[in-house]
């Protein structure tokens, strides 16, 4: 019988604290860790005699430390390793795959919001052709590109609510820099209410304490929109 099936694994949580990579990840972040240590997050135990990180070390030696070459190890090549059996030459294999496809994979490029048409132009696909009213936000980056537009409520055919510590929680998550209030009138009627305004106002306050300024409140339709801050309204 193979010597793996009788060794005990050695499971990372059971080392000392300074050689846990997963733990080393959550507080130092994936740059902090070394190519042995992502290597030993991948395969998650080692043998009887060596920790997984001293496994991951095996197999860099097997490819001359480097990623490259260790790309161009096969299955069985990866199993030929002490501690290695199918299922962790699979793990690594897979794992190699994936960075080769992002390699080769374009950049997403996030688009940019640079006044409230662009703004307007971004929410349609959520809102178009909507019987109900929804309230969503645009979170931005720094340089107003977005980050990702976020459904906040849905409603009836004339109301929806915007619970202002869900909005923030949603910026916060997602490390927004700004923010952009969009919600529809399925009516088509364009004219804010006195409940748009004041909720306007409330959030652009919120927005200054925490921060997360509220760069905008559109009010859709499915032929055009109104905005607050084109309107002199913020």
């Not at 990866?78 to 290695?84: A, H, S």
């Not at 190699?96 to 929410?123: F, H, N, W």
């Not at 916060?172 to 969009?182: D, K, M, P, R, Y």
Request: proline share 4%.
């Amino acid at each position: 019988m193979p010597e793996n099936e009788y060794a005990v694994s050695r499971k990372i949580l059971s080392w000392a604290e300074d050689d846990r990579p997963r733990e080393k990840m959550l507080l130092k972040g994936n740059g902090a860790l070394s190519d042995a240590e992502l290597i030993a997050i991948l395969i998650g135990s080692g043998t009887v005699d060596l920790s997984a990180v001293d496994v991951a070390k095996l197999i860099l030696q097997k490819a001359n430390n480097n990623l490259n070459e260790l790309a161009k190890l096969s299955l069985k090549d990866l199993m030929k390793i002490k501690g290695i059996g199918q299922a962790k030459a699979i793990s690594i294999a897979a794992a190699l795959e994936l960075g080769r496809r992002r390699k080769d994979a374009e950049a997403v490029v996030r688009p940019k919001i640079t006044c409230s048409r662009d703004a307007y132009d971004q929410i349609k696909p959520h809102l178009w052709d909507l019987p109900h009213e929804e309230f969503w936000i645009l979170l931005l980056s720094r340089s107003n590109e977005v980050i990702r537009p976020v459904q906040i409520s849905q409603g009836g055919v004339s109301g929806t609510v915007a619970d202002p510590k869900l909005i923030f929680k949603q910026a916060i998550e997602h490390l927004a820099s700004s923010i952009i209030l969009i919600h529809n009138h399925p009516s088509g009627n364009l004219t804010p209410s006195q409940a748009d305004k004041d909720l306007t106002k409330r959030l652009k306050e919120a927005g200054r304490l925490l921060d997360t300024p509220v760069l905008d409140h559109l009010i859709f339709t499915d032929t055009h929109y109104f905005s607050f801050a084109d309107e002199g309204l913020f």
